[in-house]
């Protein structure tokens, strides 16, 4: 099994990710600092433990808000009536508009309205500032001039409302997810809008044309909340994305969806991160801190040549030399990929191809979550993406597709 693992781990070598990085990625690294693995492991669950605690989802789909109510007026009469006998011979001159007028502005500077904040709560909704499936077409329901005839009764009809061929357009409906309503803790409604091709509200021929009633629905779905759990989340901060799911309707067709959140409701990370390199730089030897790959590439090397040839070459050679010489043997190395794959089986699923195939079906839709929380990031390049989900393959979470990158190939589909 240790010969597959070879090319993973050359990879995670290229890409050159940090220190911490590389220890909290999989518990496989994480063993590898020897002795301390407990000590730190135990640590690392701990911060994990109080980063779970500090989130609070039950009450997400609630948003509560403040609003202003007018209360009353009041009058400052002592202040009204010392102006008005300050100003008693100005408005002799006046005449009987403009001294109302002047009384009026007085009176308005001792009068003030008295408010009073009154807190209140809503429900949360998400729209197009969260995800590019709001305001795209779900259904379009194309007219055609000949049911537009046959509709109105014949072309002396048509005469009468004055709609010639050009108009055809105006009967083309689009039926639009308008946004997405949180009613519970794990409740929603779609509301759904019916528009022409360029988002205006449908004209009411239109929605007759089409016998549809009105141009606004709201549909139940089901939705639930999910988000990065693990130790990279306490280093890099993680994301956090809803789940919503529509049974289909007359005017909604059933989808499922993933929404990525604002990653601003999740717990700072700082604090945890700066505890995470105290202790790694604390507790890991001081070899492997300089290059975290050390352990790693020795674990590798030791699979194929002795202890003593592994000192000889660390003395005459890089360590990214030492790498590339375990790389080479293991291309050289000629495994039969379908006795390998029974071993990896037997390991992992006690033999049964079912549990295999069913494993490699879970990491696939993990894997499609995946790209779909990284679409999210503008800023990450498709060569960024890609590296991203490289570095993830070494982690514990994809062993199927892990195995299967190793190869290239999927060794269960000749080997059955």
């Known amino acids: 099994m ?22 909290l990625e999989s518990d496989e690294n994480l063993k590898l600092v020897g002795e301390n693995y407990d000590i730190i492991k135990s640590e690392l669950d701990k911060m994990l433990a109080d980063y779970n605690s500090k989130i609070d989802l039950d009450n ?57 904040d009154v807190g209140g709560v809503r429900n949360r909704i998400i729209d197009k500032d969260y995800s590019g499936i709001f305001d795209k077409s779900l259904i379009e329901m194309k007219s055609k001039w000949n049911d537009i005839v046959s509709f109105y009764g014949g072309y002396s009809e048509l005469s009468k409302v004055g709609i010639s061929k050009k108009d055809t357009s105006n009967f083309d409906i689009h039926i639009i997810l308008d946004k997405i309503e949180l009613t519970g803790s794990s409740t929603c409604l779609a509301h759904i809008n019916i528009v022409k091709a360029d988002g205006s509200p449908a004209t009411d021929n239109a929605l007759k044309f089409h016998k549809i009633p009105k141009s606004t629905y709201k549909y139940k779905g089901v939705y639930d909340i999910d988000y990065d759990k693990d130790y990279l989340t306490l280093y890099y901060g993680g994301n956090i994305w809803i789940n919503v799911k529509f049974d289909k309707k007359a005017y909604l067709p059933s989808f499922e ?52 040839e592994f000192e000889h070459d660390l003395k005459n050679m890089e360590l990214a030399d030492i790498q590339m010489k375990v790389y080479d043997n293991y291309v050289e190395y000629k495994v039969d990929p379908c006795l390998e794959y029974q071993t990896f089986l037997d390991e992992n699923f006690r033999g049964k191809v079912r549990k295999y195939k069913k494993a490699k079906k879970k990491e696939l839709k993990a894997k499609e979550h995946f790209f779909k929380i990284l679409q999210s990031e503008s800023s990450y390049t498709h060569e960024m993406k890609k590296q991203l989900w490289e570095e993830s393959l070494v982690s514990s979470s994809y062993p199927v597709l892990y195995f299967i990158k190793s190869y290239g190939f999927d060794p269960s589909d000749p080997c059955e």
């Not at 090319?7 to 590389?22: A, E, P």
């Open 2 to 23: 240790k010969k597959y693992l070879l090319v993973i781990s050359f990879i995670g070598f290229l890409f050159g990710q940090d220190k911490y990085r590389f220890y």
């Open 60 to 116: 997400y789909w609630k948003v509560r808000n403040s609003e202003r109510v007018f209360v009353r007026q009041e009058r400052d009469l002592d202040a009204i009536n010392n102006a008005l006998e300050m100003d008693r011979a100005l408005m002799a001159g006046m005449n009987i508009y403009e001294k109302k007028a002047h009384m009026d502005l007085i009176e308005s500077y001792g009068t003030k309205n008295i408010y009073k």
């Open 257 to 308: 969806n993933l929404i990525v959140l604002n990653k601003s409701i999740l717990p700072s990370t700082a604090n945890s991160q700066n505890a995470i390199k105290m202790m790694i730089d604390d507790l890991i030897p001081e070899k492997a801190r300089k290059d975290p790959y050390f352990l790693k590439i020795k674990e590798d090397y030791l699979t194929i040549w002795s202890i003593e």
